[in-house]
């Protein structure tokens, strides 16, 4: 069951995360639109598709944080690897965009960008950088991989926009015949889009492949249960994240003399320990073993 604060925690910065975009989508798209920056423009097209993106995660927050049900006795979590994977295909489908966009117009004769989009991309950069390291404070304070992803959107864009900010100042120093440097910018900025969005796959896909990345919490957990009276010892260990919470696959060694009720009773207060240490653990299936002699 995931934790209510947790829950509350990450659905109110996905929220937050849709109101900056959106704010930020208009404000880019009317700089760069008046300004003649395409690499403004390309900006503000990332921008909404993080807006698509980020309400996408909200969505999916509030069905992965559902609690277990008979159908789904893991809870609903493997929902947000899913959601993570469908706001990588809103980043790719942008990149691919601003990068055709950006070769077409440096093919083409176009007006020098605007001076007073500079200080527009400069408080954009400041801002989305911030939302950047809150939202990603607030996904490791979670376990989210959608609001990791959330974050790295965030990050994206406050490069994309220093990209911007590089293209239209060489446009402005070097003068008349450099206007195409705002669109080299926009281009590069979607090679890094790709990049990114391939950062965020990554772990999407070894979370929903049930790849094992979770060595601090497997240590943390021998650790604690050592310190169990009737416990001789840890064999196999998996943990499996599903959305914000974790299950464990735990086997426990005890002494081979004792009876399997009192190995039972071992096994149970094990659970308990862990689980009270450990909040982000939803299960616990803790599987008995003679020690060896």
């Not at 309400?55 to 006795?73: E, F, Q």
Request: net charge negative; hydrophobic share 45%.
């Amino acid at each position: 069951m995931v934790k209510e604060a947790s829950r509350h925690t990450a659905l109110k910065t996905a929220l937050w995360s849709v109101g900056l975009n959106t704010v930020f989508a208009v404000v880019k798209a009317f700089a760069g639109i008046s300004g003649h920056s395409f690499a403004l423009v390309a900006d503000a097209i990332e921008s909404s598709t993080d807006i698509l993106a980020s309400l996408l995660v909200y969505a999916g927050l509030r069905y992965a944080t559902r609690p277990a049900d008979s159908n789904h006795p893991y809870g609903h979590g493997k929902a947000e690897p899913l959601i993570t994977f469908l706001v990588v295909g809103f980043l790719v489908a942008s990149a691919l965009f601003i990068a055709h966009q950006s070769w077409t117009n440096i093919q083409q004769p176009h007006e020098m960008p605007k001076a007073f989009t500079l200080p527009v991309l400069l408080v954009i950069i400041v801002v989305k950088e911030a939302a950047y390291r809150m939202v990603h404070r607030r996904s490791r304070q979670t376990g989210s991989s959608s609001l990791l992803a959330d974050a790295w959107h965030h990050r994206s864009d406050a490069i994309t926009s220093l990209l911007a900010f590089t293209g239209i100042s060489l446009a402005l120093l070097l003068g008349p015949g450099y206007e195409e440097a705002d669109d080299w910018a926009a281009l590069a900025a979607s090679g890094f889009i790709m990049f990114n969005a391939y950062l965020i796959f990554r772990p999407a896909l070894g979370e929903i492949m049930d790849e094992h990345q979770y060595d601090e919490l497997l240590n943390n957990i021998r650790k604690t249960a050592a310190q169990v009276t009737g416990v001789k010892g840890t064999e196999k260990c998996y943990i499996r994240k599903t959305g914000m919470s974790f299950h464990v696959d735990l086997h426990m060694q005890v002494d081979a003399q004792i009876t399997v009720e009192e190995g039972h009773a071992i096994a149970h207060k094990l659970k308990d320990t862990l689980m009270r240490q450990f909040p982000d653990i939803a299960d616990i299936l803790i599987h008995v073993e003679p020690f060896p002699q």
